[in-house]
């Protein structure tokens, strides 16, 4: 049975940061890509940051632009988003997914976590 666990939201003040952990089971992170998606209110989902299986390749959505890193602990089958100087338009329900293609297109992971909330505000 596979399952995505999401831990360390919670609520901070603008220029902070978080480190998010996604802890995997049923599934090998040598085989299986890992992404970060998030959703705000009203809004659609979208591709935060994504890890490839096979050589550990990161790619980040356009709105990134440096703020956070994507990272990988294969011993402990974890994925870790580190968010840093948040803003508040970072707000919102933060999900880990997890398929055999690295791609910020969540209309293609086949496996969810049930997520995380991040507040941002002051």
């Known amino acids: 049975q596979v399952q995505l666990a999401e831990s360390g939201g919670g609520l901070v003040q603008p220029g902070e940061s978080l480190i998010l952990s996604c802890t995997v089971s049923g599934l090998s992170l040598d085989r299986y890509a890992i992404a970060w998606f998030r959703q705000a209110p009203g809004k659609d989902r979208e591709g935060v940051a994504v890890?490839?299986?096979?050589?550990?390749?990161?790619y980040y959505g356009d709105f990134v632009m440096g703020r956070f890193t994507i990272s990988r602990d294969t011993a402990k089958n974890t994925v870790y988003l580190h968010l840093n100087t948040l803003e508040p338009e970072d707000t919102g329900v933060y999900y880990c997914?997890?398929?055999?293609?690295?791609?910020?297109?969540?209309?293609?992971?086949?496996?969810w976590g049930q997520g995380t909330q991040v507040t941002v505000s002051s």
């Open positions: 890890i490839s299986a096979s050589d550990g390749n990161k």
């Open positions: 997914a997890a398929d055999l293609v690295a791609t910020l297109f969540f209309t293609a992971y086949e496996y």
